[in-house]
């Protein structure tokens, strides 16, 4: 009877190990999708140069980023500064920048209720969005793209 036994409990492990293995990986965005559609869903399309970096206190896992626009490219702003938002891991789609200087597709931060978090312009992207370190082939790609607009 033990025979039986042992082999259901590890056929268990192994299967609740496999599915929190799974579900360990939230991020399900393929490649970012093509510049024009990246365009077309943002509310802001910038580059930009990273000021500072504030991680929120309310175990949410927000990062707000506060960048200087160098290049409006797309969407209306009231100041040269903006808060990027965006989540702190990787299983969330977060973006960690690699340098200073940026590149951002972004939403408005009030479609994702973050507009609490700050008071002005404040908007949200993710790795699915193209947002990343700034490349000037990326920018040459939005020029290109709005151009077709």
Not at 11 to 18: G, K, M, N, R, T
Not at 63 to 80: E, M, P, Q, T
Request: include cysteine; charge should be positive; glycine fraction near 8%.
């Amino acid at each position: 009877m033990h025979l039986f036994i042992y082999p259901r409990s590890l056929v268990l492990a192994l299967s609740i190990s496999l599915l929190v293995s799974v579900s360990g990986y939230g991020c399900s965005c393929q490649d970012g999708g093509s510049i024009l559609d990246n365009i077309n869903v943002s509310s802001i399309v910038f580059s930009g140069t990273v000021l500072s970096i504030n991680k929120t206190d309310d175990n949410r896992g927000w990062i707000a980023y506060k960048i200087k626009i160098d290049r409006l490219f797309r969407g209306k702003v009231k100041s040269n500064v903006v808060i990027l938002w965006t989540h702190s891991g990787n299983t969330s789609c977060g973006v960690k920048f690699a340098s200073r200087k940026v590149l951002i597709y972004a939403q408005d931060a009030a479609f994702y209720r973050l507009k609490s978090y700050v008071k002005g312009f404040s908007f949200y992207t993710n790795v699915c969005l193209r947002s990343g370190s700034y490349s000037l082939s990326e920018a040459k790609g939005i020029l290109q793209a709005l151009k077709r607009i």
